[in-house]
């Protein structure tokens, strides 16, 4: 496995928890994602990448 293939798969491991932390706090995915800084279309790129 190359160097940028760990990095992505690093990655996306955060975001699979970023994700489930999303969905468990309730809220609405624009206004997590404010409290977080992150724009909510790299969040929903995300979402469809790691499915």
């Known amino acids: 496995?190359?160097?940028t293939e760990v990095?992505?798969?690093a990655?996306?491991?955060k975001w699979v928890?970023?994700?489930q932390d999303c969905r468990?706090?309730?809220l609405?995915?624009?206004?997590?994602?404010?409290q977080r800084e992150i724009t909510p279309s790299t969040y929903y790129r995300w979402?469809?990448?790691v499915r």
Do not use: D, L, N, Y
């Open 28 to 34: 609405p995915v624009r206004q997590w994602c404010k």
């Open 47 to 49: 979402e469809r990448e």
């Open 24 to 26: 468990s706090s309730g």
């Open 17 to 19: 928890a970023a994700i």
């Open 7 to 9: 990095k992505h798969q």
């Open 1 to 3: 496995m190359t160097s």
């Open 11 to 13: 990655r996306q491991q």
